[in-house]
């Protein structure tokens, strides 16, 4: 069974550019969660999805984030535009229902704004 | 506000030895998982405790779960320098959402 993906696995960009993030969870997973690791701190919850919609996104840290999961399958987070601020690593998991507690990580995006 | 704090922050071992990992809180959790990480990757969950007073036992690795359900702690009898790595305690879900909470880490090395 294949893990979760994320793509890509590093990006560079220059502040005011934008950047889509994108999540690929374990197939019949329904339950897809959005995390940031900024340097120094610990990892921080950002958005839940079940299926398509939207859970929880109370963890999003202001409307320059934008995630989206058409179909309930993949999911992107766009950023835009980038601020310095945003930097860090961004993981994506999915776990198989609400209330599972089982979640299994993507290997992460690092997100380098210059 | 860091819900999950975890100590030691870093830890240097030699191989061998045994090592104590602490997750404290003042909230309560539905649960409190433990994953490992390495560079590069995501973490990788080891465990999940989901009752007060819970013990669980992975190998050489001991997890127990507070009574109260606030803390966890994490023993590893005679570390091995595959041991190394980041481990990272997380709780949820909580009464006020299903989001989980992350500790900040524990950076173990086990030197051969």
């Known amino acids: 069974e294949a893990g979760v993906t994320q793509f890509p696995s590093h990006s560079v960009i220059e502040k005011g550019q934008t950047v889509t993030l994108r999540c690929d969870p374990i197939?019949?997973?329904?339950?897809l969660y959005w995390y940031r690791r900024v340097m120094g701190k610990e990892i921080k919850f950002l958005l839940h999805?079940?299926?398509?919609?939207?859970?929880?996104e109370s963890g999003m840290p202001n409307n320059r984030f934008l995630a989206e999961r058409t179909g309930g399958t993949y999911s992107t987070l766009k950023v835009q535009p980038a601020e310095l601020e945003d930097s860090g690593v961004y993981f994506c998991?999915?776990?198989?229902?609400?209330?599972?507690?089982?979640?299994?990580f993507g290997p992460g995006t690092r997100l380098t704004v210059t | 506000t860091q819900l999950l704090e975890q100590s030691p922050q870093f830890l240097s071992i030699q191989e061998g030895e045994n090592l104590t990992v602490y997750c404290n809180s003042s909230?309560?959790?539905?649960?409190l998982q433990w994953y490992r990480q390495e560079p590069g990757e995501g973490p990788v969950l080891l465990v999940t405790?989901?009752?007060?007073?819970e013990v669980k036992k992975l190998k050489r690795l001991t997890f127990q779960f507070g009574d109260a359900r606030k803390d966890s702690s994490l023993h590893i009898t005679a570390a091995q320098p595959g041991d190394t790595g980041l481990y990272l305690c997380a709780g949820g879900p909580r009464n006020t959402g299903n989001q989980f909470y992350f500790g900040t880490g524990t950076s173990l090395t086990v030197i051969p």
């Open positions: 999805f079940v299926k398509e919609s939207k859970q929880d």
């Open positions: 197939s019949g997973h329904d339950n």
């Open positions: 998991a999915s776990t198989t229902g609400t209330g599972a507690y089982e979640q299994y």
């Open positions: 909230s309560v959790f539905s649960s």
């Open positions: 405790v989901v009752t007060g007073g």
